[in-house]
Every structure is written in structure tokens, then in C-alpha cells.
């Protein structure tokens, strides 16, 4: 059974920098497709971030272009989000998620086999 174990988060100012980190142990990490999501208080969770297995396609949100960077170390069997530039809106939970499937619809949390326990991003203003 795939799991997902998730670290960095916390509390930072607005335009703050923050790296998530999510290593994973009972999946085939190098042919696992990773994602990142989020979900704020009364909102539902919605995409950040995905990265394929096969040649390290990134895929982002509109309000992570350019400020996120999710990037993964096959040998650690770990991915991670690198959060630059954060805005208050970035407050959130964030979830990693593994899809070991491969179905390629990686914006779709329903595409994913596993999530992380998740962690809390604050930012104030």
C-alpha cells in the first residue's frame, strides 16, 4: 500500500518562499505521475501542480505559473513544490498525490491512487 509522507508548511509572510516535500514508499515512484493540490477553508480542492514520470512534463494552475516549481528526485523518491512570491490566497492545506496508474488526466484529483496526510501553508498580508 502506496504512502505519502509530507513535510515543510507553515506560517510566512506575503512574498515569503516556502518547499514542500512529499516522500513516498510503497509505490513504483519512477513510473508514478505526482501532484500537488490544495484545498482552503469552505473551498473544494482544487489542482496545483503535476509532474508526469516519463520525462518530467510539469503542468501548473493558473495561479502557480510562475510562482510554483514542483520538481522530484527519483533516487529519494520524493517530490516537492518550491513556493515562491506567496500571496495570501496561497493559504491553504496542501496535498501530495501519486498516480501510479497513469491515466494522464493529472489536473483531476480523481486521477490520483494516493494522497499525503497534507500540511498547512498560512500566509498573512
Known amino acids: 500500500q502506496g504512502q505519502l509522507v509530507q513535510s515543510g508548511g507553515g506560517e510566512v509572510q506575503a512574498g515569503a518562499s516556502l518547499r514542500l516535500s512529499c516522500t513516498t514508499s510503497g509505490i513504483s515512484f519512477t513510473t508514478a505521475a505526482m501532484g500537488w493540490f490544495r484545498q482552503a477553508p469552505g473551498k473544494e480542492r482544487e489542482f496545483v501542480a503535476a509532474i508526469s514520470w516519463s520525462h518530467g512534463n510539469t503542468y501548473y494552475s493558473d495561479s502557480a505559473k510562475g510562482r510554483f516549481t514542483i520538481s522530484r528526485d527519483n533516487g529519494k523518491s520524493t517530490v516537492y513544490l518550491q513556493m515562491e512570491r506567496l500571496k495570501p490566497e496561497d493559504t491553504a492545506i496542501y496535498y501530495c498525490?501519486?498516480?501510479?496508474?497513469?491515466?494522464?488526466?493529472?489536473?483531476?484529483?480523481?486521477?490520483?491512487?494516493?494522497w499525503g496526510q497534507g500540511t498547512q501553508v498560512t500566509v498573512s498580508s
Open positions: 498525490a501519486a498516480d501510479v496508474s497513469n491515466g494522464g488526466s493529472w489536473t483531476h484529483r480523481t486521477e490520483y491512487d494516493f
